[in-house]
């Protein structure tokens, strides 16, 4: 197994994958949430939700595949550490596109701690309210002021989405160091 050839490394790496798919999984489980809502109201979602689903999936794929190859003593840790410095970027790209207008929205001050519900026809009120009135759509900056819980679900993706900014530079760190003690204990071949 490959804990015994990296040590605390190895653990470190497993720990860091695993804090990732959590993450990603939540976030993924509040998006679609509120896309399925938005479906079902036949409003189109904003771009920010599809392209946070978007980049959540994909990565919790590629969380997946990579832990398995860990576990096998398979994975690549040079391509491994590209693809997570790829994934920061996206990650922080999400994280910069959700929270830009939520760092403004203070969710305290939308409505009374009793108005904090989930219930169908807040959300289709919300819906309605943001609409944006020339192209139809659903503009995602006043709809995340809508009520308390979209914007308090909202702030729950921002942060983990900067979790996961630095959860996905640490790992990335990790497979540097753990693909340069692979060099270094790697044995040296012998010409006869």
């Given amino acids: 197994m490959a804990e015994s050839n990296h040590g605390a490394l190895a653990a470190t790496f497993k720990i860091v994958r695993v804090l990732q798919a959590v993450c990603l999984i939540a976030i993924i489980g509040m998006t679609a949430n509120f896309i399925a809502e938005m479906i079902t109201e036949n409003t189109t979602p904003p771009n920010v ?15 997946a595949i990579t832990f398995i190859l860990f576990l096998d003593s398979i994975l690549p840790f040079l391509i491994n550490t590209v693809m997570d410095g790829m994934l920061l970027i996206a990650v922080v790209v999400v994280a910069v596109t959700v929270g830009k207008p ?9 409505g009374s701690a009793s108005s904090v519900s989930s219930s169908a026809y807040e959300f289709t009120a919300a819906l309605g309210n943001s609409l944006d009135k020339n192209g139809g759509g659903l503009n995602y900056n006043n709809w995340i002021g809508a009520t308390q819980a979209i914007c308090y679900e909202m702030k729950a993706i921002w942060g983990l989405s900067i979790a996961l900014c630095i959860l996905f530079a640490f790992s990335g760190i990790c497979s540097i160091c753990l693909w340069r003690r692979s060099k270094l204990v790697a044995p ?5």
Avoid: M, N, P, R
């Fill in 102 to 110: 939520l760092s403004y929205v203070d969710c305290q001050a939308i």
């Fill in 188 to 192: 040296k071949s012998v010409a006869a």
């Fill in 49 to 63: 939700l599809i392209g946070t689903l978007s980049v959540t999936c994909i990565a919790v794929l590629y969380c």
